[in-house]
């Protein structure tokens, strides 16, 4: 094969391609690419190449190793039947289509990449493909495409810190202006910066937590919205770390309090019209909208080996904290689970998506969505009934009223997680037999990782991951 030929796996043009933007890169000062993905334990690795190497990476990949796949996020390694040994190579392809510069790291590139075996298969245990197919086995069997969007919270400490405490850069309150102002000069270099990479942010404020703020972007297809995620992240670092400070995306940066979520909007569509509105459904919803829901919220505690797949992600997931800890689902009810977003009167028909709250930034995206449409898709297929709405925090409901309207609590612990997943085959199914493995293996060697931890303990030992 020469240099010019498709890359295995069949992307004709991607090489020459590859070389005009090489050229046009370097014309920009762009001197490497940074090639990146998200692990199972949710971990974003990376591997960089000079920008005149940028045609190469196209045609042959860039070698990296599936041990990453079994990779903890203390950097030990856990195995499967399959994965976790030093053997066997994968290529890092590039996407080009989602090539950016990199506006707080001058002088680089990004670009998600898709993980391919040495024969040109797809990676069986690449988040991003089983992400894409899961998509477009909705497009084919349901003719449904999705819209999505990943909120980003996250908490700013001083760099100047001796050892690994939090001390929040910021003293102002929630949501409060006094923070906005104490934060100003890197918040607007971080809104500029998003700008310039083709990011639609539609809001960004403080949050509850200390030292906390959040990021909420435009929705895109949900491969794109997982890939935004990962950048925005990339450049919050970039852009923080240019003012000095120190971010940290963790579910939790102490043992008590408000933690970073990672909350997944999502709406369903078919032939351009959201199943999310205009239904006679309750809120709008369409009977297909409603089943949706309703699948989701039926393997919402196997979902949380995914959303919330971290032991710091237990120190967030706690009743009266509007993190979603219970199997209900409400319009505009923050406490619940699953929230319906109806949008303002007006714009609906756009606005309108369900919102998955207990999930946070620990969580692979790729993984996280994938699950989450297999599981509406399966409401979905099914017309599976929606239950009743709950309104207020499920949390003061009697218990046996809880019972009854088949509210109960999400899994509060890891492996109470690993067993919902292992036992609900629609969401191992969706991943397949390798990757499910993998996150069966690595959630319990995380659990492993911090046994006989208290809490303080397990927010420290999580508080720089991610």
Known sequence: ????????????????????????????????????????AGITRVKTVPTAKLASAAAWGVGMSPVFDTFLADDSIVTTDVLGSPDGDLRLYPDLDRLTVLVAQPGWAWAPV?????????????????????????????????????????????????????????????????????????????????????????????????????????????????????LVRQTIRAVSRRHGLRVSFAPAVLGQGVGNGGHLHLSAWRGGTNLHAGGAGRYGMTPEAESFVAGVLGRLPALTAMTAPSPASRLRLRPSQWAGVFTAWGRETREAALRIVTGTAGIRDRAANLEVKPVDLAANPYLALASVIAAGLDGLASSAPLPEEITGDPALLDPADAAARGV???????????????????????????????????????AGAVEGLDDEGVAAAYRWKY
């Open 114 to 230: 898709d993980r391919i075996t040495q024969e040109g298969a797809p990676h069986p245990a690449c988040g991003r493909t089983v992400l894409r197919r899961t998509v477009a086995g909705a497009d084919g069997r349901h003719g449904v495409t999705f819209r999505a969007a990943v909120e980003i919270e996250w908490v700013v400490g001083r760099g100047d810190t001796d050892g690994d405490a939090f001390v929040p850069a910021v003293s102002g309150p929630a949501y409060g202006a006094a923070r906005q102002i104490e934060l100003s000069d890197c918040a607007a270099d971080l809104l500029a910066a998003l700008a310039a990479q083709g990011v639609d942010v539609e809001q960004f404020h403080p949050e509850y937590a200390a030292g906390q703020f959040e990021i909420s972007v435009g929705a895109l297809d949900p491969v794109a919205a997982a890939d935004h995620s990962v």
């Open 408 to 446: 109960r609590r999400l899994p509060v612990t890891l492996a109470e997680s690993v067993a919902a997943f292992r036992a609900d085959e629609v969401l191992r199914a969706a991943l397949g037999p390798v990757l499910a493995d993998a996150v069966v293996a690595v959630r319990l060697g995380e």
């Open 1 to 40: 094969m020469s240099e010019s030929d498709p890359v295995p796996g069949g992307r004709p043009g991607e090489v020459e391609r590859a070389t005009a933007l090489g050229g046009e890169l370097t014309g920009q000062g762009v001197h490497g690419v940074v090639l990146a993905y998200v692990d199972t």
